[in-house]
């Protein structure tokens, strides 16, 4: 599973490719669970109703 944070501006991590927030340039990648920031609100919902696209 990936997550993915904007390098500039946000400490928010997104895990979900259809969240309208899904970082696609200038981010950073991890592979494992954060441990810095914020997990996004957006994705976490989309994870609630198991409509997140990983
Ligand atoms: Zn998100």
Redesign the pocket.
Known sequence: MEYRKKKTGSDTW?F?KN?S??PTTDYDTRYDKPTTGEL?D??RAKEANKNCSK
Request: hydrophobic share 10%; proline share 0%.
């Open positions: 997104h979900c969240c927030n899904w996004c957006q994705c």
